[in-house]
């Protein structure tokens, strides 16, 4: 399984590629917001930026919503660096846009996948990724994981090789639980990979062996 940090927030990211884990980073234009970035060429730089700290593929989303613009801008983005992936919004202009690009090599992220259906289309499309956004579903009391579970079956019926890339992943258990279904890629905060880290166990343990240590010095 894949492991991509969901932020621009550029110190986040170093610390997550240094622990030696990261896959890739995913990025939207509220995170981008959210870091302040703003203006054409310093969104570009910031993806740039992103692009040095990390060895894998970075998603950066097209703001049109037109195939013409989502062209334009995907062709744009992807000249920034061979690591950058154009996510595209699931919507009609954007299943042209993505067989648009696959069929010239440019790696794509369908973005806002919310049913099997939508995620049967971008595979069909060619999309590189596809990202079901499981936190958003269990926001509204509909089960995110049980979305993943579907696109699997789907996808292995097929044999369709777009990733499943399990986004708005919240916390530590969905990145398990994803894990369990099959999921290619999750995508969440840093919070969500940390927390694979901890278990009580694990720190009363080591607090013993080094007293005993001490001890036997
Ligand atoms: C995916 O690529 C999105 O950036 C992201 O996972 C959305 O997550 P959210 O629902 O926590 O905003």
Redesign the pocket.
């Known amino acids: 399984m894949k492991f991509f940090i969901?932020t621009a927030n550029l110190e986040q990211i170093k610390e997550a590629q240094a622990l030696g884990i990261l896959d890739g980073v995913?990025?939207?234009p509220?995170?981008m917001a959210k870091e302040g970035i703003k203006g054409e060429d310093n969104v570009k730089k910031h993806y740039q930026a992103i692009c040095e700290i990390v060895d894998g593929d970075v998603?950066a989303e097209v703001i049109a919503t037109d195939f013409d613009g989502m062209v334009k801008e995907g062709e744009a983005l992807a000249q920034l660096h061979e690591q950058i992936v154009v996510?595209i919004p699931m919507i009609k202009d954007g299943v042209k846009a993505l067989k648009y690009f696959s069929e010239k090599g440019i790696k794509t992220?369908c973005?806002l996948v919310f049913s099997a259906g939508q995620a049967l289309l971008a595979a069909k499309a060619g999309a590189t990724y596809v990202?079901p956004?499981i936190?958003?579903l269990d926001d509204i009391s509909t089960d995110g994981l049980n979305l993943i579970s579907e696109i699997r079956h789907i996808y292995d019926n097929y044999g369709f090789e777009t990733e499943i890339?399990a986004?708005?992943?919240?916390h530590t258990m969905h990145v398990i639980d994803c894990a369990k279904i099959g999921a290619d890629v999750m995508?969440?905060p840093l919070s969500s990979i940390e927390g694979l880290l901890k278990h009580p166990l694990t720190d009363i343990g080591l607090e013993k062996f080094l007293a005993d240590h001490k001890k036997n010095q």
Not at 167 to 170: E, I, L, N
């Open positions: 969901d995913t990025t939207n509220s995170l998603s996510k992220n973005t990202s956004f936190g958003r890339l986004a708005s992943v919240r995508t969440g």
